[in-house]
C-alpha cells in the first residue's frame, strides 16, 4: 500500500494555474491536494501550514519559487519545490493549461 503524497501548487493570485491544478488532481487516487498563491490579494495565500503540511511543493514561476524560499526558508529544508515553468496566460479549466499540468506532473507521481 503507498503512503498518500501531500501537494500543495503554487501560483501568484490562486484563481487560474495553481487553482486548476488542484480542481484537476483533487480525485486521483494517492495524494492530497491544495493551492495558494503568493499575492497579497491570492484567492488563498500560502502560509506556514500550508508549506509544513505539503510534502511536494509545485510552483508555476521560479519567481514563486523565490518568493516562498524567502518568506518559508526555514520550512523548505526537508521539502520539494517544482518549478513548472508555466506562464500566467491561461484562464481557469483551459485545456492547453490542463495538459501541461497533467503532462509536468505526472513523473512526480509515480
Known sequence: ??????LLFICSKNEWRSRTAETIFRNTEGINVKSAGTSKTARIRVNGSLV???ELIFVMEDSHKQRITADF????EDKTVIV??????????????????RDSVVYYLE
Do not use: H, R
Request: charged residues 30%; proline residues 6%.
Open 1 to 6: 500500500m503507498t503512503k498518500t503524497k501531500n
Open 52 to 54: 509544513n503540511w505539503a
Open 73 to 76: 526558508g526555514d520550512l523548505l
Open 84 to 101: 513548472l515553468d508555466i506562464p500566467d496566460e491561461y484562464p481557469y479549466m483551459d485545456e492547453e493549461l490542463i495538459s501541461e499540468l
